[in-house]
T-cell receptor, first 117, second 112 residues
C-alpha cells in the first residue's frame, strides 16, 4: 500500500522559471491538501482540493500560484515566475472523505524541496 | 480563523526524562487535535490525536491531554529516548473545515 507520493523530491529553478510539483494521494483518498514549510517554521496551509474541484484556496497567494487535481492523474501545484522567497519545502497530504466522521486524518507525502537560485 | 500557539519552540532533555509540549487554540469550535512528529528531512507523521469528547488519551509512552474550557492541549512523552528527537507539531481543526491549523513546532532534543 503505497503512501502519498510526491515528485520531484528536490527541484532547483532559476528566478522567473516555472515549478511544477506533483502529488499522488494514497489509494482510496479523494482529498488533497498542499502545505508550505519554511525553515524552522510550521506547516502553512495553501489549498484543499477534491477531484476536479478546488474546495479552499484561502492560503494560496493570488498571483503566480495555482493548483489542480484532475479526474485522472496526480494533483499539481504550479508556481509561475518563481522568486527566491518561494524556496521552501512543499508538502502534500491526502485523506479519505468519511461523511460519518468529523475527522479526516491526513497522511503526508515526503515533500518537494524547492530551491530558487 | 483558528490560531494555534505552541510552546516551547525548543526543548532539551536528558534521556529518560519526561517532555511536555503545550498548545493553545482560539476557536471554540475546534474539536480534533492531532500531533505530528517530523524527523529531520522527513515527512510529518501522525503520532497521536484527541477528540473533544475525551480529556486524555494515552499510547505507550505518549499521552495527550485536552482542556476545552481553557482551550489548551498538551503532549507528554515519558522515558524519552534519543530517537524521540524531532520536531513536534500540534494542530487543531473542526468539522466544518477539515483543514487543521498547525502550531509552529517544538524541536525536541533528547541527549543520551
Amino acid at each position: 500500500n503505497a503512501g502519498v507520493m510526491q515528485n520531484p523530491r528536490h527541484l532547483v529553478r532559476r528566478r522567473g522559471q516555472e515549478a511544477r510539483l506533483r502529488c499522488s494521494p494514497m489509494k482510496g483518498h479523494s482529498h488533497v491538501y498542499w502545505y508550505r514549510q519554511l525553515p524552522e517554521e510550521g506547516l502553512k496551509f495553501m489549498v484543499y482540493l477534491q477531484k476536479e474541484n478546488i474546495i479552499d484556496e484561502s492560503g494560496m497567494p493570488k498571483e503566480r500560484f495555482s493548483a489542480e487535481f484532475p479526474k485522472e492523474g496526480p494533483s499539481i501545484l504550479r508556481i509561475q515566475q518563481v522568486v527566491r522567497g518561494d524556496s521552501a519545502a512543499y508538502f502534500c497530504a491526502s485523506s479519505r472523505f468519511d461523511t460519518s466522521s468529523s475527522y479526516n486524518e491526513q497522511f503526508f507525502g515526503p515533500g518537494t524541496r524547492l530551491t530558487v537560485l | 480563523g483558528e490560531n494555534v500557539e505552541q510552546h516551547p519552540s525548543t526543548l532539551s532533555v536528558q534521556e529518560g526524562d519526561s517532555a511536555v509540549i503545550k498548545c493553545t487554540y482560539s476557536d471554540s469550535a475546534s474539536n480534533y487535535f492531532p500531533w505530528y512528529k517530523q524527523e529531520l528531512g522527513k515527512r510529518p507523521q501522525l503520532i497521536i490525536d484527541i477528540r473533544s469528547n475525551v480529556g486524555e488519551k494515552k499510547d505507550q509512552r505518549i499521552a495527550v491531554t485536552l482542556n476545552k474550557t481553557a482551550k489548551h492541549f498538551s503532549l507528554h512523552i515519558t522515558e524519552t529516548q534519543p530517537e524521540d528527537s524531532a520536531v513536534y507539531f500540534c494542530a487543531a481543526s473542526n468539522k466544518g473545515s477539515y483543514i487543521p491549523t498547525f502550531g509552529r513546532g517544538t524541536s525536541l532534543i533528547v541527549h543520551p
